[in-house]
């Protein structure tokens, strides 16, 4: 559900039935240019798949990447093939680090689907609230981060590394998906990748300890929130390393 808060709320607000002078029986007749736009995003919300291309470096010779369409209404916004190459890299060097390596995806759809181009041996779990990603089988479990521990007992402190986008920029939100990376953890030496807005900041700080990297990821949507990467570890050299903080 790679996206922003300022969304939550376009798809909950109904405006109000006015009075009608109709009948009930009177037929509703529509314009052929209101049809025409009822018809083109009827079509659009149809599609069940969209494509995107990778810089020619990536995937190991796969020129493509299949993602269902976006759903704004769930605050899904897919990363740049740049972006979701360069994250999958990072996930991919770090899991050499451990013996039986498990990754777990929580709301980030395009890291999973990076992740199994890079490697389909990775053993990655997507967690995720829009069932369309069920198609993943057993690699798929669905997540409300309304119940942040509501997961099969066997997830349990089982991933060695965590990559999490909350789907929306508020502190219940963050809270809510901190719970998850909690249940979700090994107990000693697990890392994480938080992917969120820059506002963020201090409270991804507080609440997971994660420090931002000079790497930027972007969206394919072209977001107006600035979003960053916050890693749980040093990276070296790697996504530009660690941002300098600023002195108080």
Not at 135 to 159: Q, V
Request: proline content about 7%; aromatic content about 10%.
């Amino acid at each position: 559900m790679e996206g922003v808060d300022e969304l939550k709320k376009q798809n909950d607000d109904v405006l109000p039935q006015q009075n009608r002078d109709v009948e009930d029986d009177d037929p509703l007749v529509l314009s052929s240019q209101a049809l025409a736009a009822l018809q083109e995003f009827i079509a659009d919300q149809n599609k069940t798949v969209t494509t995107t291309t990778p810089p020619p470096s990536t995937l190991a010779g796969e020129d493509k990447v299949e993602l269902v369409t976006e759903d704004w209404r769930l605050s899904q916004f897919w990363y740049e093939p740049e972006t979701a190459e360069t994250v999958a890299e990072e996930v991919f060097t770090l899991s050499s680090r451990f013996s039986g390596c498990r990754v777990a995806c929580i709301a980030c759809p395009t890291l999973y689907v990076y992740l199994k181009k890079k490697d389909p041996s990775l053993n990655v779990q997507l967690l995720e609230y829009d069932m369309r990603f069920e198609r993943y089988g057993s690699e798929f479990t669905f997540y409300d981060y309304n119940e942040p521990e509501d997961l099969p007992p066997h997830l349990k402190h089982c991933f060695h590394i965590i990559v999490a986008d909350p789907p929306y920029l508020s502190k219940e939100c963050l809270e809510r998906v901190t719970q998850t990376v909690s249940f979700l953890a090994t107990p000693v030496d697990s890392l994480l990748l938080l992917l969120t807005g820059d506002v963020q900041r201090g409270r991804a700080g507080e609440m997971l300890g994660v420090r931002p990297c000079v790497f930027k990821p972007h969206h394919s949507s072209k977001l107006g929130n600035e979003f960053r990467l916050f890693l749980s570890y040093d990276p070296g050299t790697r996504l530009g390393g660690l941002e300098e903080e600023e002195d108080s």
